[in-house]
Nanobody, 117 residues
Framework: QVQLAESGGGLVRPGGSLRLSCAASGFRLDSYDIGWFRQAPGKEREGVSC????????HYVDDVKGRFTMSRDIAKSTVSLQMNSLKPDDTAVYYCMGRNSDYVPYWGQGTQVTVSS
């Protein structure tokens, strides 16, 4: 059974950092494309970053380039999102998504990130 579980969210001041983790089970990380998404109140869910199943390609939405870094540890079956220089506009529920070779997506339950002074 494919499962994804996010952790690491919380309250942080502007300019601060958080590291989100996504624990994957039921599949190998190198067999799925993995993405981080976020959804702010009243807004649609948007993609933040993604890594290809080969691990050779990582993409970021323009707003987080240079501030967020996505990585994966296949042995630990975890994907991380290091978020630096956080802004109030980064406040959202962050979701981890895994997509298999048939393009079927699997989602975690999300973790809340709040950036506020």
């Amino acid at each position: 059974q494919v499962q994804l579980a996010e952790s690491g969210g919380g309250l942080v001041r502007p300019g601060g950092s958080l590291r989100l983790s996504c624990a994957a089970s039921g599949f190998r990380l190198d067999s799925y494309d993995i993405g981080w998404f976020r959804q702010a109140p009243g807004k649609e869910r948007e993609g933040v970053s993604c890594i290809s199943r080969s691990g050779s390609t990582t993409h970021y939405v323009d707003d987080v380039k240079g501030r967020f870094t996505m990585s994966r540890d296949i042995a630990k079956s975890t994907v991380s999102l290091q978020m630096n220089s956080l802004k109030p506009d980064d406040t959202a529920v962050y979701y981890c998504m895994g997509r298999n070779s048939d393009y079927v997506p699997y989602w975690g339950q999300g973790t809340q990130v709040t950036v506020s002074s």
